[in-house]
């Protein structure tokens, strides 16, 4: 941090992730207390994976356990917030209008050519 500056660092988490039997029962205040320790640093972005990827991937609405700890990530957060995993041209648009996150990452499932056709912007980092 004392090179590059907390402005060029981004923090990638993945709340409510899931690895064979290793999870966290309290991922709400777990997250909530990182996300809202994390802004006092300043950095770029915090980039979570979606809590939703799996229900989103399979073209389903996100639960509301998943929308909550958006949505508790998002207040406790205070600054640039990506979410990746799971999302199409559409349901970027409509996360970003929501104002549920400041930036979408795609680097696999959803095809660029499509991204582009939709009108989304893209960044080239
Ligand atoms: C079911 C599932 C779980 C994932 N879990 C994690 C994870 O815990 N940590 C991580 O860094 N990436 C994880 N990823 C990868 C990324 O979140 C995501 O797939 C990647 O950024 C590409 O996004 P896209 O599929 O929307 O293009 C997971 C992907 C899937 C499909």
Redesign the pocket.
């Known amino acids: 941090m004392r090179i590059w500056g907390p402005d060029r660092i981004g923090v990638?988490l993945?709340p409510m992730?899931k690895?064979n039997d290793i999870h966290d029962d309290q991922p709400e205040a777990t997250f909530g207390y990182i996300a809202e320790r994390l802004s006092d640093y300043r950095f770029a972005y915090l980039h979570i994976?979606?809590p939703a990827?799996?229900q989103m991937?399979r073209g389903k609405e996100p639960s509301p356990p998943a929308l909550g700890m958006v949505e508790t990530i998002r207040k406790k957060f205070k600054g640039t917030l990506m979410v990746?995993?799971?999302?199409q041209p559409d349901t970027a648009a409509q996360w970003l209008r929501e104002g549920k996150a400041d930036l979408i990452?795609?680097?696999?499932?959803?095809s660029p050519i499509s991204i582009c056709r939709s009108g989304c912007a893209l960044a080239r980092l």
């Open positions: 990638r993945s992730g690895m994976v979606n990827i799996e991937q990746a995993g799971g999302f990452a795609s680097v696999a499932s959803s």
